[in-house]
């Protein structure tokens, strides 16, 4: 994890950022450090227009500090409840943290798990749905896939059936 500053952006603040967006900092041309503090002393400037660096630093600038103050919300961030992330309790608590509001209409993991019990009836009645769906499927493929005229799976029981009938005829003479 890298700190960076902009020059105008963000009040002055430092970001952390890390992985692949830290790494697309750098390939832009912005130098990170490795305190909060190094970097609000040395902000980056960011390309204003006319210059053609301006077309990727200025939207990559305003979306990684809108990601970042995200983050900073959700406690993900250093100094954040979410911060240690090598120990598994937060870990976890990290890798739940915003997932209901992810999912359009649920308020909370504790929503969801109620809308399920509360129709239980219901969910049963589409993974009904849903197998007899894939049943149809199933039957419908195989329909295609046998050659006309042909009922499927009667090939090689016909050909077994008429070598034990001449086999048969063979004993009996």
Do not use: C
């Amino acid at each position: 994890m890298t700190w960076f500053a902009f020059h105008g952006y963000n009040n002055g603040k430092a970001i952390d950022i890390a992985g692949s967006q830290e790494k697309e900092a750098v390939v832009l041309g912005f130098h990170g450090y490795g305190t909060q503090i190094l970097a609000e002393q040395h902000p980056n400037s960011v390309a204003g227009f006319p210059n053609p660096l301006a077309l990727a630093q200025v939207p990559f600038v305003n979306s990684i500090i809108a990601d970042y103050n995200q983050a900073v919300k959700q406690g993900s961030q250093p100094g954040g409840p979410n911060a240690n992330i090598l120990n598994p309790t937060t870990a976890l608590k990290a890798g739940v943290t915003g997932l209901a509001h992810d999912i359009p209409g649920v308020g909370s993991i504790d929503d969801l798990v109620n809308a399920f019990k509360n129709n239980f009836e219901h969910v049963i009645l589409r993974l009904g749905e849903i197998l007899v769906g894939v049943i149809l499927l199933y039957v419908g493929i195989k329909a295609m896939a046998t050659p006309a005229g042909q009922q499927a799976g009667t090939r090689a029981t016909k050909s077994t059936a008429k070598s034990i009938v001449s086999v048969a005829k063979k004993v009996v003479k």
